[in-house]
């Protein structure tokens, strides 16, 4: 075997990168539904809030349309308890619970897909990823918009969204892959939106979560990206199963121009 080639061996052959977006990350499933269509399945998964979320089920087992039913039992008023402001409005107790009930799997070593989880160190004010040990807690992080949910403790520090410094977490595996492919929720769209204090939150939030994906684009051998991700609310759970179709419709379409161009 070339030398060189050994030496310039990647761990992994292929990686998938799942952006955040609320129930807008529905559309990772559908997307990874068409691509396992077409025989594609990832080697390691790096996600981020709800890309986290469908990137800890599909890694522990659970098959896109699995994840669609269970996206379905989620929703902002279920999975919340209001609070007296302390750090946030809302508790994730709930969230909390249903992760464990969930997941099989309770730390990252048992899952069948290497995985892995960003957060925000809001204490130091940086970007961290989990790879290894308890898995629950982590994604909890990641699922944490500052102001609206209180920051989770781990091991004595404060994490919130790992969106806030990396909304699209490609740069995380992209060394360790062949190839990359990234799903994108969150495209920058300046939509109309209502008029209330969680939608004008969430629109500030995506703003500035949006604009931090640029450099993680540009990183993708393949970028997925469904524009019409626009037309939906973060929290609109009872749109769930339309953007899981419309998921996977933007994936089969982009995987058929792709091999017509290859047949070309």
């Not at 599909?58 to 699995?66: A, I, L, Q, V």
């Not at 994840?67 to 279920?78: G, T, W």
């Not at 629950?136 to 992080?141: E, L, N, R, T």
């Not at 992209?174 to 799903?183: A, M, P, S, T």
């Amino acid at each position: 075997m070339d030398l060189i080639n050994l030496f310039n061996r990647k761990p992994y052959k292929i990686g998938i990168a799942l952006s955040g977006g609320g129930v807008k990350g529905l559309c990772h499933a559908g997307v990874l539904k068409a691509l396992e269509e077409v025989g594609i399945k990832p080697d390691i998964i790096s996600g981020v809030s709800a890309g986290s979320l469908v990137g800890a089920l599909y890694s522990d087992g659970y098959t896109p349309d699995e994840i669609a039913v269970c996206f379905e039992e989620i929703s902002f008023r279920n999975m919340t308890k209001i609070r007296i402001p302390h750090g946030g409005f809302f508790k994730t107790d709930i969230f909390q619970d249903f992760l464990f009930k969930t997941l099989r799997a309770k730390t990252f070593e048992e899952l069948a897909i290497p995985l892995r989880v960003v957060t925000t160190d809001l204490d130091r004010g940086r970007s961290v990823t989990f790879k290894s040990g308890q898995l629950i807690d982590p994604i909890v992080a990641s699922c944490t918009v500052p102001v609206l949910f209180s920051p989770k403790m781990i091991n004595g520090v404060h994490y919130v969204d790992g969106g806030v410094f990396k909304n699209f977490p490609v740069s995380t595996i992209r060394e360790d892959c062949d190839k990359v492919i990234g799903i994108n929720a969150s495209p920058l769209v300046a939509d109309e939106y209502k008029q209330s204090i969680i939608n004008v939150a969430m629109r500030s939030y995506n703003f500035m979560f949006k604009a931090n994906i640029m450099h993680d684009k540009e990183l993708c051998d393949l970028l997925i990206e469904p524009v019409d991700m626009g037309n939906y609310d973060t929290f609109g759970i009872d749109k769930g199963r339309e953007i899981f179709e419309l998921g996977y419709r933007c994936a089969k379409q982009m995987l058929a121009t792709k091999l017509m161009t290859k047949l070309g």
